[in-house]
């Protein structure tokens, strides 16, 4: 494979363009050798031979894999010929041995003179996968079977087998001087960067929102100053100092008092604790009786208030 050339030089160049695009597709192979139209030749045969052993062979495989399937398929075939073409299929696929052929001569004999009626099976099956194929290559417009021609399908054999390799070639091609150009830009980026950054860290730029970091500085240092300065120099109003004592004052005694009401809770717990679930129990029953009590005496006194 030759090394790739800048598209600007080949534009520039239309003769050399010429030379390299020659020695690309002609005299050079893909890996840089020298082409030798014999061997050529020959692999072309060879490759040729190949093709029609592999469409030989997968024909092979379609004809199995659709008499495999007839039985299930095929609704209009007796029912005595499901086992015989399951046991042909299995011969065929080369699932039975030699030694047993002989023991299936009869279902050969009953294969061989129903075959009209299997390959029509087989013809009707076939046709119905190749319609589905059309209507997966066009599902808005399928095209028929009739209509289906045969150049197309040779061209598309011949675009798969020589035009697409040599179109990828040259994508190759393409594709590796595109690389060379983005790592020349990349490369052209990172130095930008590099100076940019030199000069955001070191140049003026960077100077500058020093400098001004500074001064902000400074001055906040100033204005910190000055209002101490104010501060000592214009002390508070007595009022203003008399109700800040007070309401220190009052602080204090609302702080003491709430220390005392946490001291009591936590007694309180402490003996709910000592206590225990059973002594806790007999508190909540003795609290019920003494309620029930006071209803009670509250009654008597409401009676005599009445009768008196």
Known sequence: MLPPVDPTILERNPKFEILYKDLQRRKLGKEGETRDGKRERIAGEVG?????????????????RTLSDLPSKAAFLPPELHSVIELMTAQLSGHI???????LSGDVELFLDNITTISDAISEQLITITQQLCKIAEPLNPPSIEALPWGKAHALQEASTKDLPAELADARVELAN???????????????????????????????????????????????LQAKIYTHTHPPPAEFVAALKNFKAQQGASEAALRDREGLARRELELYEKAGEKGMRDIAKRAEH???EIERIEDEVRKLERGG
């Not at 040729?48 to 199995?64: A, E, G, M, P, V």
């Not at 041995?97 to 023991?103: G, V």
């Not at 490369?187 to 001064?215: N, P």
């Open 97 to 103: 041995l030699e030694s047993d052929r002989d023991i």
């Open 178 to 224: 595109i690389t060379y150009i983005t790592l020349a830009l990349h490369r052209d980026l990172l130095s930008t960067s590099i100076q940019i950054l030199e000069q955001t860290q070191h140049g003026a730029l960077s100077r500058a929102t020093k400098a001004k970091a500074e001064y902000l500085h400074a001055r906040a240092s100033v204005l910190g």
């Open 290 to 292: 003494l309620k029930g």
């Open 48 to 64: 040729k031979s190949l093709t029609t052993s592999r469409i030989n062979h997968f024909k092979t495989k379609i004809l199995l």
